[in-house]
């Protein structure tokens, strides 16, 4: 129960990564708060866990500043926040529209941006904290059609780093996480509209096989607990080795 009766905050967990890291945190005795914009799903998911739903929409900076003072006051504290809501328009630059751009950047760099600014607050005051932001191996190298996704993803690592150099010495920790491709929702849609296929990603991936939720979830948790107590601004990817390969020579079974 490495998380009893610590405040934690997910933001955008009512499916997907989010409602798993929701569900682990809640396992490891936290008490949780599921902040998500989908109130039919926000609901379902604190329902189900027995955590506090809190209907959130991170691109409304006044939502944001209203919800974190709710948390406080029910809560008395914010151990361990998450920014985990995620958006993900797909497009060549050309065809996509401002909508698609304000969307995606509203939700992953402004909203985790305001996110961060509200709870950095409450944790700086108390002197203790730690976030985590859910980032993006499209946040480390670019990847055709993703020109908001891989923007928005590479902001919010910058992010990360700028608030981690500002809150360390005051006893606050600033992490991301990188995954890779996990089969969720959002890759299941690409799949579907036909923007990638299955046995490209596999071919992409040098472990040769999907990320599964679990191993997200467990480096989000490192990361967020007191066994990274000396961890800060770091980028941890969790990706197959997506990162390392290039396709600098594909080939198949060189050895």
């Not at 499916?15 to 949780?32: M, Q, T």
């Not at 059609?145 to 910058?158: E, N």
Request: glycine share 10%; net charge negative; proline share 2%.
């Amino acid at each position: 129960m490495k998380f009893q009766d610590q405040v934690v905050v997910i933001t955008g967990a009512g499916r997907g990564i989010g409602y798993a890291l929701a569900e682990r945190f809640a396992h490891e005795g936290a008490r949780v708060v599921i902040a998500e914009i989908n109130l039919q799903t926000g609901q379902s998911a604190a329902d189900r866990l027995g955590a506090r739903f809190l209907p959130l929409d991170v691109r409304d900076a006044r939502a944001v500043d209203a919800a974190v003072e709710t948390i406080t006051a029910q809560c008395g504290r914010i151990d361990v926040w998450i920014n985990n809501a995620g958006v993900a328009h797909k497009g060549l630059a050309v065809d996509l529209t401002p909508e698609d751009w304000d969307a995606d950047i509203g939700v992953m760099l402004s909203g985790a941006f305001y996110c961060a600014r509200a709870a950095g607050k409450v944790m700086l005051a108390q002197g203790r904290g730690s976030m985590v932001n859910i980032a993006s191996v499209n946040g480390l190298s670019a990847q055709k059609a993703r020109a908001p996704y891989c923007a928005a993803k590479a902001g919010l690592i910058m992010l990360t780093k700028v608030l981690a150099s500002e809150w360390g010495e005051r006893g606050v920790r600033v992490n991301a996480v990188a995954p890779g491709v996990v089969m969720t929702d959002l890759v299941q849609e690409g799949i579907d509209q036909g923007l990638v296929s299955e046995s490209a990603y596999l071919s992409r991936i040098p472990m040769g096989r999907f990320g599964a939720l679990s191993e997200v979830v467990e480096a989000v948790l490192f990361l967020a607990s007191d066994e990274a107590s000396f961890v800060t601004g770091e980028v941890l990817r969790v990706d197959g080795g997506w990162t390392a390969y290039h396709l600098f020579y594909p080939f198949e079974k060189a050895f």
